[in-house]
């Protein structure tokens, strides 16, 4: 708290408490923290390990899987192991197109990702902006605002997505749209919580009876310390706007496999499911699992540190 | 008090006609279902008379209207793939889904708070440990997925179960059920668990959460005290204490367990609402897309009036700041 206080310092002339400094302390324990679960730093670089594998995937994978030209039939269903006509070894085999699984999954990973990510942070944004509004200005624009809030959460992200889908069609764009409409509620009601906890205490009457205008009060004040349970519910999100993907893929009316998501490409190995040609599948959905768990373990660690039960 | 509640009715009432505007124009913005629907070698006066008879050429604004008359009138409409009444073809299919839900639900509650009781009587123990990473599997890792899994090792590996679609039904009090005979329940158990495994993760998270506070408050040391067995204290008291914020989540988890219902429905081929959903998506059938849509709004609107109504009769604090607003 004292250094929000001091990050207006050069304008309030109120004594500095080297912010700075305070935070790089306050990181170092935070990992200190972080360190003693070996879970949750496995998770971090497993996570790490397929961002990596994702953007670097035009590099790494063998095969581009957009690139229709160079798919040849005569590769389709190769076994995991086998080296196709491409002269490489199709290391998760390959499906009933022809296409590397390996590079398949690499490039699913990446629109997993940023569709995941793009829609979390637009959520988080939204969110926030939402629920600062309604804890700072209260009165009719918060009860409006938290009881739309209040009824999006009631009713499941799946559904709301769905009906988003159902109006808009398919493609990246409209799926970004749906996981926001769906999400951004959960970062409204926790910043809306969190704000309305903090703006009751004395440093933000403090920062209000200055002349400093609103927005940086807001921005500067009172967000900053709001920050940690969103950052929380923010890992949380953005895995479950991954596997919101996926599950919507997978129903076949999220992305087309011209597109490959994990989602795409499972519904796509599922239609084999009763012949022996399980990598088709169940590889994704590996990657897919372990992705999402792995996001979830580590928004789960920073929930323990950052829980003021659990406080030394 | 009655303030209060015809203050949550019109809120409710809004909200329905805000979704029902919403969801009807929205859907009407996927494109001409028309196209979809006829032969593209059909005469322009064969196309003109179908448009014609499903209301296409009115404007907007009035098929809207034309569908809430219907709606009020207890019609839905049509649907264009299957050319019956929406009505009949969701009460055809409610059945399925709702014995699935069921047989989840039941599962769910069987598991998941005898678990949670434990994992919050032990927290530190390796079974309370367990339990909660499998909590956290069921709680994140995508159901469809997990269906995937359950259909590869028990029907196509072991080849115990069936993978998919509804078994034989039978009668139970005059219902046709698959519950009633033993091919319907071969076929409703796996899409039954699968359907379970997020509310149960849930319900223990819940349970051990509500047994770990519990135990360290004051009735229990006395109770300790006392000289009574934990297993009274643990099942008649801490039980009793943490049951209603279980039971109210328990509740409105019900109406989230029937739309995830959608996802579980197509992975395991049930015939549900949730599998004629998504079929209708995918079809472009619109009536029945719009019906389900609004039926599904109309229905959790209603589970949250009623969760408000019941707070605010429990907890006279909700009702003051709710009127007050």
């Known amino acids: ?312 | 008090m009655l303030g209060f509640l015809l203050q949550r009715l019109i809120q409710a009432m809004i909200v329905i006609i805000a979704m029902s505007v919403i969801v009807f124009l929205g859907v009407y913005a996927i494109g001409n279902p028309i196209d979809v629907l006829i032969d593209p070698g059909a005469t322009a006066e064969i196309r003109e008379n179908l448009i014609r008879q499903y209301g296409l050429d009115q404007p907007l604004w009035q098929q809207y209207f034309t569908f809430v008359g219907q709606v009020l009138r207890g019609d839905l409409g049509t649907s264009m793939v299957y050319n019956i009444p929406v009505t009949d073809l969701v009460f055809s299919r409610l059945p399925a889904t709702l014995e699935l839900v069921f047989v989840s639900v039941c599962i769910a509650t069987l598991v998941g708070i005898p678990a949670g009781l434990y994992a919050g009587y032990r927290p530190n123990g390796i079974a309370a440990k367990a339990i909660m990473a499998l909590s956290v599997l069921g709680f994140s890792v995508p159901t469809f997925w997990i269906g995937m899994l359950l259909i590869m090792a028990f029907a196509v590996g072991l080849g115990w179960l069936p993978s998919g679609g509804r078994g034989d039904t039978g009668s139970l009090f005059g219902i046709p059920t698959s519950l009633a005979t033993a091919d319907g329940w071969s076929h409703v158990i796996m899409p039954a668990i699968n359907l379970s495994l997020f509310k149960m993760g849930l319900l223990i998270r819940l349970t051990r959460a509500g047994m770990v506070e519990a135990m360290s408050t004051d009735y229990v040391k006395f109770a300790r005290a006392q000289g009574l067995p934990d297993r009274q204290i643990v099942f008649s008291h801490v039980l009793r204490n943490i049951s209603i914020p279980i039971v109210t989540v328990f509740g409105l988890e019900l109406g989230s367990t029937l739309a995830f219902a959608v996802v579980t429905e197509s992975v395991f081929n049930w015939p549900g609402v949730g599998k004629l959903i998504i079929d209708s998506i995918l079809q472009l059938d619109r009536p029945v897309m719009v019906s389900y849509l609004v039926l599904v709004v109309i229905l959790f609107v209603l589970i949250n009036l009623t969760v408000d109504l019941v707070y605010a009769r429990l907890d006279p604090r909700v009702r003051l700041k709710g009127g007050a607003a």
Do not use: C
């Open chain 1, 1 to 312: 708290m004292s250094d929000t206080i001091a990050a207006d310092s050069e304008t309030l002339a109120v004594p500095s408490a080297a912010p700075r400094e305070t935070r790089a302390v306050r990181l170092r324990n935070f990992w200190a923290d972080y360190r003693r679960s070996w879970v949750a730093v496995a998770s971090l670089i497993v996570i790490a390990l397929l961002i990596a594998a994702s953007f670097g995937a035009p590099l790494l994978a063998p095969q581009d899987p957009y690139d229709m030209a160079a798919l040849d039939w005569m590769d389709a269903f190769l076994r995991p192991g086998t080296v196709g006509s491409g002269g490489y070894m199709h290391l998760l085999g390959t499906d009933n197109a022809g296409r590397d699984m390996l590079s398949a999954i690499f490039y699913g990973l990446r629109t997993s990702f940023v569709i995941g990510l793009t829609a979390g942070v637009l959520a988080l944004s939204i969110g926030i902006v939402v629920g600062l509004a309604a804890a700072y200005f209260r009165g009719r624009t918060e009860a409006v605002l938290m009881r739309v809030v209040d009824l999006q959460l009631s009713m499941p992200a799946i559904l709301l997505a769905l009906v988003m889908v159902a109006m808009l069609g398919q493609g990246v764009a409209q799926i970004i749209f749906a996981l926001v409409v769906a999400q951004y509620a959960y970062f409204a009601r926790t910043t809306h919580g969190a704000a309305t906890v903090e703006r009751g205490k004395d440093y933000i009457e403090a920062a209000r009876s200055t002349p400093l205008p609103t927005h940086r009060v807001l921005l500067r004040h009172l967000l900053p310390n709001v920050m940690p349970p969103l950052i929380v519910v923010a890992t949380v999100q953005i895995a479950s706007a991954i596997a919101l993907e996926a599950t919507l893929s997978f129903l076949g009316v999220g992305l087309p496999l011209t597109e490959p998501s994990l989602g795409s490409l499972i519904s796509n190995g599922f239609k084999y499911i009763h012949t022996d040609r399980y990598w088709l599948s169940i590889y994704p959905g590996l990657f897919l699992m372990i992705t999402v768990v792995a996001i979830n373990l580590v928004g789960d660690q920073v929930r323990t540190i950052l829980d003021p039960r659990n406080a030394r």
